[in-house]
């Protein structure tokens, strides 16, 4: 049974950081590409940075870029979202998801993978 859990998220004012983690039960984060995706209030879900397997290539939407820093953790188990520079758009549920075998890329995850965790809230004040 895999089990995908998000933490991290907080409420923060504007130009701040968060990092956020994403564990898992079951598998090894390693061996498969792992993506990020937002959901703010309204809006359609997003996807916002994806993680190749074992590190092999790394994905941001262009306006995350320079500022959310995907990364892995073999040892434990855990994919980290860095977010500096926060801004009030930024605001919004996250979700980690997890592609469903070791061969499947970043863009298909959304749309294939049932590997969820339930979220962790991002909050940026002005």
């Known amino acids: 049974q895999v089990q995908v859990v998000e933490s991290g998220g907080a409420s923060v004012q504007a130009g701040g950081s968060l990092r956020l983690s994403c564990t898992a039960s079951?598998?090894?984060?390693?061996?498969?590409?792992v993506a990020w995706f937002r959901q703010a209030p309204g809006e359609e879900r997003e996807g916002v940075s994806c993680?190749?397997?074992?590190?092999?290539?790394?994905w941001h939407r262009d306006s995350v870029k320079g500022r959310f820093t995907i990364s892995g953790d073999k040892d434990k188990n855990v994919v980290y979202l860095q977010l500096e520079n926060l801004k009030p758009e930024d605001t919004a549920m996250y979700y980690c998801?997890?592609?469903?075998?070791?061969?499947?890329?970043?863009?298909?995850?959304?749309?294939?993978?049932?590997?969820w965790g339930q979220g962790t809230q991002v909050t940026v004040s002005s």
């Open positions: 079951g598998l090894t984060l390693d061996d498969y590409a």
């Open positions: 998801a997890v592609a469903q075998r070791p061969d499947r890329k970043c863009s298909v995850i959304e749309y294939e993978s049932k590997w």
């Open positions: 993680r190749g397997w074992r590190g092999e290539y790394a």
